[in-house]
């Protein structure tokens, strides 16, 4: 029986008056792999963030581990769920070792400093994902796919429960989108739950256990991914009227 | 996998020290007697050590903080308060080296700074845009002030130029030590919180899925960026591009990450600056050249060389 991590409930947003989220809700668990699709404008990001503490919801409310997420302290909250997002602006050419040790930071008291346990576990992560030979390479240096991977590296070296991932791979080859999702696979299996909000129906599909679907104004579904990620759910969140189309588009891969 | 946590930085502390030593028996008297040596030039150059910190840390934390290479530690209004202070001092007939000078410089320079910071703190926090908007609307009406003193006042017109560009006045060892310490005290809590001026490089919402409060370390550093930029200009008035220079060729050197940058930054500030004031003093003596000269003349070449040297990169 899989332990509940996230639990968000009729979860409602607006951005000056405008709704962005509109009565969102649904539930993540340990080894779970969340997918959130729906068009532009229907509040996937904004749903992210509602679930990462981030915005305090108008409505509604996101319980981590039993607790409103609100309610936890900064550095609690960084040790549980860990962020990661699509693009980074980094004017500073840090290299990709130091870019991932900050994801340390949260563990380590503020009169300290990072200490070879940090180092060690940083080492570990960078190894696990294949990109221990870029480590002192700079990040702005890098490919996008190489440069997403060092960010997803960062937020693993919180050792957090939950990982949330806006956009990870819509700018990236195929390739990368493909080792991008074994990884978040090989990590649900291992115990974390994923939340992943993509453009990328047919790898979501292909990948996610969950789905929640969004269209502007609502959420459409949420539930198992192969039922939820079906032609009709889709042309129905995005507005295409042949259902039919989606559904052969999809099952390309 | 061990943390390399070698200060390599240290070999700046000889670096100084041997700059120093050059400094003291460089100089148009010619077998200078003792009472020169350590009586004028040692209180001099340790003040030209003191400043340099104050202003290679300040801007090493500006550029961090706000995210911008170009920034140096006047960006936020400091230099036009400290202006306002000495066109105050100048209007009251306070001498350049009495301690309310230094006083008023002090106190113009802080809360020019603070000022700015409140102002930008539109919806309870100060985004890096509000900060350099607000900067520049804060030094333009203090600056149009100055201005208006000056303009009406002639006479006093040439000694804020002086302050303006910056040198070493036979500093009051008492104020010397009070800069020196603020500026200490200052490299040594950027030195403890280092890391978290990297974290701040990943954007406010990133730092903040950290477990970093991105607003209470921006308030942390930039108090200790503005007491020690107020630190400096109040002993030698504002000295330009060593704030801007000297992290940026620190940070070729050690790398962009803040654990060395800071205390690089202030080691090589007070390094260029003992060098440039030694210059100011004995390139043209006995007319001394103010030393905001000598970094002016150093500053548009090095630029030009950052131009060339990232254009390659």
């Given at each position: 029986?899989?332990?509940?991590?996230?639990?968000?409930?009729?979860?409602?947003?607006?951005?000056?008056?405008?709704?962005?989220?509109?009565?969102?809700?649904f539930?993540?668990?340990e080894?779970d792999?969340?997918?959130?699709?729906?068009?532009?404008?229907?509040?996937?990001?904004?749903?992210?963030?509602?679930?990462?503490?981030?915005l305090?919801?108008?409505?509604?409310?996101?319980?981590?581990?039993?607790?409103?997420?609100?309610s936890?302290?900064?550095?609690e909250?960084?040790?549980?769920?860990?962020?990661?997002?699509?693009?980074?602006?980094?004017?500073y050419?840090f290299?990709v070792?130091?870019?991932?040790?900050?994801?340390?930071?949260?563990?380590?008291s503020?009169?300290?400093?990072y200490?070879?346990?940090?180092?060690?576990?940083?080492?570990?992560?960078?190894k696990?994902m294949?990109?221990?030979?870029?480590r002192?390479?700079?990040?702005?240096?890098?490919?996008?796919?190489?440069?997403?991977?060092?960010?997803?590296?960062q937020?693993?070296?919180?050792?957090?429960?939950?990982?949330?991932?806006?956009?990870?791979?819509?700018?990236?080859?195929?390739?990368?989108?493909?080792?991008?999702?074994?990884?978040?696979t090989?990590?649900?299996?291992?115990?974390?739950?994923?939340?992943?909000?993509?453009?990328?129906?047919?790898?979501?599909?292909?990948?996610?256990?969950?789905?929640?679907?969004?269209?502007?104004?609502?959420?459409?579904?949420?539930?198992?991914?192969?039922?939820?990620?079906?032609?009709?759910?889709?042309?129905?969140?995005?507005?295409?009227?042949?259902?039919?189309?989606?559904?052969?588009?999809?099952?390309?891969? | 996998?061990?943390?390399?946590r070698?200060?390599?930085?240290?070999?700046?502390?000889?670096?100084v020290?041997?700059?120093?030593?050059?400094?003291?028996?460089?100089?148009?008297?010619?077998?200078?007697?003792?009472?020169?040596?350590?009586?004028?030039?040692?209180?001099?150059?340790l003040?030209?050590?003191?400043?340099?910190?104050?202003?290679?840390?300040s801007?090493?934390?500006?550029?961090?903080?706000?995210?911008?290479?170009l920034s140096?530690?006047?960006?936020?209004g400091?230099?036009?308060?400290?202006?306002?202070?000495?066109?105050?001092c100048?209007?009251l007939?306070?001498?350049?080296?009495?301690?309310?000078?230094?006083?008023?410089?002090?106190?113009?320079?802080?809360?020019?700074?603070?000022?700015?910071?409140?102002?930008?703190?539109?919806?309870?926090?100060?985004?890096?845009?509000?900060?350099?908007?607000?900067?520049v609307?804060?030094?333009?009406?203090?600056?149009?002030?100055i201005?208006?003193?000056?303009?009406?006042?002639?006479?006093?017109?040439?000694?804020?130029?002086?302050?303006?560009?910056?040198?070493?006045?036979?500093a009051?060892?008492?104020?010397?030590?009070?800069?020196?310490?603020?500026?200490?005290?200052?490299v040594?809590g950027g030195?403890?919180?280092?890391?978290?001026?990297?974290i701040?490089?990943?954007?406010?919402?990133?730092?903040?899925?950290?477990?970093?409060?991105?607003?209470?370390?921006?308030?942390?550093?930039?108090?200790?960026?503005?007491?020690?930029?107020?630190?400096?200009?109040?002993?030698?008035?504002?000295?330009?591009?060593?704030?801007?220079?000297?992290?940026?060729?620190?940070?070729?050197?050690?790398?962009?990450?803040?654990?060395?940058?800071?205390v690089?930054?202030?080691?090589?500030?007070?390094?260029?600056?003992?060098?440039?004031?030694?210059?100011?003093?004995?390139?043209?003596?006995?007319?001394?050249?103010?030393?905001?000269?000598i970094?002016?003349l150093?500053?548009?070449?090095?630029?030009i060389?950052?131009?060339?040297?990232?254009?390659?990169?």
């Amino acid at each position: 029986m899989s332990m509940s991590l996230i639990k968000a409930e009729g979860l409602k947003f607006s951005y000056n008056g405008v709704p962005a989220v509109a009565g969102a809700g649904f539930e993540l668990q340990e080894k779970d792999l969340l997918a959130v699709v729906g068009p532009n404008g229907s509040g996937k990001s904004t749903l992210l963030r509602l679930v990462s503490g981030f915005l305090e919801p108008l409505e509604g409310s996101v319980e981590l581990l039993g607790r409103d997420v609100r309610s936890y302290s900064k550095t609690e909250l960084a040790r549980l769920v860990a962020f990661v997002p699509s693009e980074l602006y980094l004017p500073y050419d840090f290299s990709v070792f130091e870019i991932a040790l900050m994801g340390r930071s949260p563990l380590v008291s503020w009169w300290r400093d990072y200490s070879d346990v940090d180092a060690s576990r940083v080492f570990e992560i960078l190894k696990d994902m294949g990109i221990l030979e870029l480590r002192d390479r700079s990040i702005n240096s890098l490919s996008s796919g190489e440069r997403q991977l060092a960010l997803i590296a960062q937020a693993l070296a919180q050792d957090p429960r939950v990982l949330l991932l806006d956009e990870p791979t819509s700018h990236l080859d195929i390739n990368y989108k493909m080792l991008i999702f074994e990884l978040l696979t090989r990590l649900a299996g291992a115990g974390m739950g994923v939340i992943v909000v993509s453009h990328d129906l047919a790898l979501m599909s292909a990948y996610a256990g969950k789905a929640v679907i969004l269209k502007k104004g609502g959420q459409l579904f949420y539930g198992p991914a192969k039922e939820g990620l079906s032609g009709a759910n889709i042309a129905a969140a995005y507005g295409i009227s042949d259902p039919a189309s989606v559904a052969r588009l999809l099952s390309i891969y | 996998m061990r943390i390399n946590r070698s200060l390599s930085v240290l070999w700046l502390v000889p670096a100084v020290a041997a700059a120093a030593a050059l400094a003291l028996f460089t100089g148009a008297v010619r077998a200078a007697g003792p009472e020169i040596i350590w009586g004028l030039r040692l209180p001099r150059i340790l003040a030209a050590a003191v400043v340099g910190a104050g202003l290679g840390f300040s801007g090493a934390v500006f550029q961090g903080l706000l995210k911008n290479p170009l920034s140096d530690p006047y960006i936020l209004g400091t230099s036009a308060g400290a202006m306002a202070g000495a066109v105050l001092c100048s209007a009251l007939g306070i001498g350049r080296s009495a301690p309310a000078f230094y006083l008023t410089v002090f106190a113009g320079a802080f809360s020019a700074t603070f000022f700015t910071y409140s102002l930008a703190k539109i919806k309870k926090y100060a985004s890096t845009a509000h900060l350099v908007l607000s900067g520049v609307a804060v030094s333009t009406f203090l600056t149009a002030l100055i201005m208006l003193f000056v303009t009406l006042y002639r006479e006093h017109s040439l000694s804020l130029v002086y302050f303006l560009l910056g040198g070493f006045f036979p500093a009051d060892s008492a104020l010397l030590a009070v800069s020196g310490v603020i500026v200490a005290v200052s490299v040594a809590g950027g030195a403890l919180l280092w890391r978290y001026l990297d974290i701040f490089s990943l954007g406010e919402e990133k730092a903040a899925y950290l477990g970093t409060d991105p607003d209470r370390m921006r308030l942390v550093f930039f108090a200790l960026a503005s007491l020690s930029t107020a630190a400096a200009v109040a002993l030698a008035g504002t000295v330009g591009f060593v704030g801007l220079i000297v992290p940026h060729v620190l940070r070729l050197i050690c790398g962009p990450s803040h654990r060395r940058l800071l205390v690089s930054s202030a080691l090589g500030g007070a390094l260029f600056l003992i060098l440039a004031d030694t210059v100011a003093r004995a390139a043209a003596a006995p007319v001394e050249i103010p030393v905001g000269v000598i970094t002016a003349l150093f500053g548009a070449p090095f630029f030009i060389w950052l131009l060339r040297v990232k254009g390659e990169g």
